[in-house]
């Protein structure tokens, strides 16, 4: 049987960065599930189908694969074979993302391919709705948060470190983020919310390590 550590949370709250470096310690798979999403996303706006669109949105995603593969022990995330990972990234795609994955369709076929992943390796998984829908059975459950300043803080500093901050402001980043969570725990199907056996870790006021060291406490009980 495979372990499986489920991470969810807000966006923002360091999910990424925590549960990659927690993989690579310990040595198992990290399943970045938001760029999945991203992906898919990506391939709507391709096709200049708006996110108010669900039966094209539906109908787009039933006929694109999105799989997974990994690169020195990274994530890569392919459309149609193609290498998107590093378009991702950018608030385009992530506004898209988050309003069509409130679509059954999309979800669906997404936590199939994440089920397979956890079902076949070792992983660390983060996402929305990990700990909640995809693996209820997860042997360690984690509901990471930060507030929403101190999110779109991060989020400011990593795009500006990117060159990627646009026209983007701190305001606006964080006007974004406080949309995008009210959407994500809001919406219709597999809302994120905490699950009642996950352990909830604030990160506002903690480093990378320190979150990691708290995960760590609680996969050696
Ligand atoms: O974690 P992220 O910012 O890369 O995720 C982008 C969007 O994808 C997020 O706003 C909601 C959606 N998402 C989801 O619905 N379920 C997941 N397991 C992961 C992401």
Redesign the pocket.
Same mark, same amino acid.
């Given at each position: 049987m495979s372990f499986n550590v489920a991470i969810d949370g807000p #966006?923002g709250a360091g999910? +990424?960065t925590v549960a990659r470096q927690l993989a690579r310690q310990l040595g198992f798979i990290y399943v %970045?599930?938001? #760029?999945?999403?991203?992906a898919m996303a990506l391939h709507f706006l391709r096709q200049g189908i708006g996110a108010a669109e669900e039966e094209r949105i539906c109908e787009a995603a039933a006929g694109v694969e999105v799989s997974i593969a990994y690169e020195n022990g990274e994530q890569q995330v392919l459309l149609e074979g193609e290498n998107v990972t590093g378009l991702l990234r950018t608030e385009e795609v992530?506004n898209m #993302?988050?309003l069509s +994955?409130t679509y059954p369709k999309v979800?669906k076929k997404l936590v199939e391919l994440q089920q397979k992943l956890a079902a076949s390796a070792d992983v660390v998984m !983060?996402?929305? !709705?990990?700990g909640t829908c995809?693996l209820p059975e997860a042997d360690v459950k984690v509901y990471l948060t930060a507030s929403a300043a101190c999110r779109a803080r991060r989020r400011y500093e990593e795009l500006k470190e990117k060159g990627t901050l646009g026209t983007h402001t701190l305001e606006s980043i964080q006007a974004d983020i406080e949309d995008?969570d009210y959407? %994500?725990m809001h919406r219709e199907v597999?809302p994120l919310r905490q699950a009642q056996d996950a352990v909830l870790v604030d990160s506002s006021q903690m480093s990378i390590d320190q979150v990691i060291a708290a995960i760590r406490q609680l996969i050696r009980r």
């Open positions: #966006a999910k +990424s %970045d599930t938001g #760029a999945m999403y991203r992530g #993302a988050s +994955s979800r !983060d996402g929305r !709705d990990i995809v995008r959407r %994500d597999s």
